[in-house]
T-cell receptor, first 113, second 116 residues
Framework: NAGVTQTPKFRILKIGQSMTLQCTQDMNHNYMYWYRQDPGMGLKLIYY???????DKGEVPNGYNVSRSTTEDFPLRLELAAPSQTSVYFC????????????FGPGTRLLVL | AQKVTQAQTEISVVEKEDVTLDCVYE???????LFWYKQPPSGELVFLIR??????QNEISGRYSWNFQKSTSSFNFTITASQVVDSAVYFCALSTSGGSNYKLTFGKGTLLTVNP
């Protein structure tokens, strides 16, 4: 099993550009999550999904969108990138609800200039 | 509301020293789960342990041990005979079975540096 994979590893965006961060898991997990990690601030939940076709907002959803058309994939869309979105983004998955162990992807480092 | 506090921002030790990373949590739920993750300099998040609120037994895994005390709402992590490879940021996290059961609340992390 590859676990949770994310692409790209690193990206530089200009202000106002858009992009999609890809996340795929091969563990047949129902729950998937997107977090952002800012220096010294731990991880904050952006969006999560409890299964294909079902998504919901986390703590910091503004400026992002998600979709979940399959169990395996959970892409995160940034529209109109802003410098405040400079961060490291982690995708995670768990078999069931959040009390189960969440397994994380390697992260995507995004720089918005 | 859930909250996790890791009061130690940075710790520096010399190899072979023992080191304890503190974690204090807050929740009103009676059923909850506590986690520790390791983030080495390469950046990935590595799962270390998951413990539920009904199991207060301490756990040992090699050089790692965890001390869970509900009375003080703490879930501390000790590395015995630290090694340079233990250098990383360590995160404590909390999840509950209540209304926000999707959510993993992280502390801000403790940067551990083990010097040779």
């Amino acid at each position: 099993n590859a676990g949770v994979t994310q692409t790209p590893k690193f990206r530089i965006l200009k202000i106002g550009q858009s992009m999609t961060l890809q996340c795929t898991q091969d563990m047949n997990h129902n729950y998937m999550y997107w977090y952002r990690q800012d220096p010294g601030m731990g991880l904050k939940l952006i969006y999560y999904s409890v299964g294909a076709g079902i998504t919901d907002k986390g703590e910091v959803p503004n400026g992002y969108n998600v979709s979940r058309s399959t169990t395996e994939d959970f892409p995160l869309r940034l529209e109109l990138a802003a410098p405040s979105q400079t961060s490291v983004y982690f995708c995670a998955s768990s078999y069931r609800q959040g009390t189960e162990t969440q397994y994380f992807g390697p992260g995507t480092r995004l720089l918005v200039l | 509301a859930q909250k996790v506090t890791q009061a130690q921002t940075e710790i520096s030790v010399v190899e072979k020293e023992d080191v304890t990373l503190d974690c204090v949590y807050e929740t009103r739920d009676t059923t909850y789960y506590l986690f520790w993750y390791k983030q080495p300099p390469s950046g990935e998040l590595v799962f270390l342990i998951r413990r539920n609120s009904f199991d207060e037994q301490n756990e040992i895994s090699g050089r790692y041990s965890w001390n869970f005390q509900k009375s003080t709402s703490s879930f501390n992590f000790t590395i015995t005979a630290s090694q340079v490879v233990d250098s990383a940021v360590y995160f404590c996290a909390l999840s509950t079975s209540g209304g926000s059961n999707y959510k993993l609340t992280f502390g801000k992390g403790t940067l551990l540096t083990v010097n040779p």
